[in-house]
């Protein structure tokens, strides 16, 4: 800083200058939809709900959940938190809908259940089904385990369905 008078006369002096930034970052955010993946789970990033954030220095975004997993079916909100280099910070929500279209499997014990007639003609038949998704899965079949069968050829139909109803 240098000062000078009428007469010519000046003085200089050294004068630190500090640029404070206080200006919140501007967030703004869009909604998402996630798919859940074999594992049963689902990634979220910044730049899947950021809509054009900025600040008027640098800006950092991170998100609240970045993994979403079975019992996060359906809409969930997820902040999106930004913070710019003088520390400044803000979070905006934004809803990530979780969703699960993996189709689950289901395997009998055996392909083929061979049983002998007994009186009348009949055989009680039992059979053990194991069922497996990236979510739980219940299994039902369209005739009850140790079931009576007349004699002949049957099939029993069985089925799969997680909580997403696939």
Known sequence: LTG????GNSRSVNVQVQVLDNIKPTLLTKNATVYLDATGQAQVTPSMIDNGSFDNCSLTLQVSDTVLTCSDLGMNTVLLMGTDASGNFRALGATVTVMDTLLPSVQFSQDTIQAYAGAGCA????????????????????????SLFPYGMHTVVATAMDASGN
């Not at 000078?4 to 007469?7: C, G, K, R, V, Y």
């Open 123 to 146: 055989a009680t038949i039992s059979w053990s089904i194991t069922a497996s998704d990236n979510c739980a899965a219940s299994v039902s079949t369209n005739h009850a385990n140790n």
């Open 4 to 7: 000078t008078d009428a007469s």
